[in-house]
């Protein structure tokens, strides 16, 4: 199964701060979008399964995405020389409710999730299913979601991530 959005124009609301925060006992990472949320569709959560039993974990609300959840780490592939796209447009990403089931509050998908990191893990680049060419469109600040051609979600980028808390170097 694949997670099917809608891409709209931006009209300036991707400028929206994203406030990131790492919990120490469990290596979880949220990244919240601070916004007004107006529009339609599902509202619940996304929760992309990896094979490995990694996991992101997407917050929608009236079809907007509001925050991401990376809640069990899969191995973080470092690459030194990962850059973050410098081509993207501006979007309003929404998730459609499906009208065989309108009242959805939560679904899963099971896909291959890759996870990549720069070697100071200021950025993050999770492939969700396998690779295809994908065009790049920035829902926040700091959050780009790749886009493959049949409006399929590919991938999520996540910029200027803080440092995971000193006082808790993980093992």
């Given amino acids: ?9 931006g009209n300036g ?16 990472l949220t990244a919240a979008v601070r916004q007004g949320v107006v529009g339609e569709g599902m509202t619940g959560s996304v929760e992309v399964m990896g094979s490995d039993s990694s996991c992101l974990l997407f917050d929608v609300t009236s079809g907007r995405i509001n925050g991401v959840e990376v809640a069990v780490w899969p191995d973080v592939r470092k690459q030194t ?54 065009r790049v469109v920035r829902i926040a600040r700091d959050i780009l979601l790749d886009v493959d051609e049949r409006s399929r979600l590919a991938g999520v980028w996540l910029l200027n991530v803080p440092p995971f808390p000193a006082e808790q170097v993980r093992q």
Avoid: C, K
């Avoid at 701060?17 to 006992?25: I, K, N, S």
């Avoid at 996870?115 to 999770?126: G, K, L, N, Q, V």
């Fill in 1 to 9: 199964m694949n997670i099917a959005i809608r891409i709209e124009p």
């Fill in 13 to 28: 609301a991707n400028e929206a701060p994203v406030e990131y925060r790492w919990d120490a006992d469990t290596d979880i």
């Fill in 81 to 134: 020389a990962l850059q973050p796209p410098a081509q993207f447009e501006d979007a309003r990403v929404t998730l459609p409710a499906r009208a065989s089931q309108p009242g959805i509050a939560s679904l899963n998908v099971d896909l291959s999730l890759i996870a990549e990191a720069d070697s100071a893990e200021r950025t993050f680049h999770f492939r969700i299913g396998t690779a295809r060419p994908a």
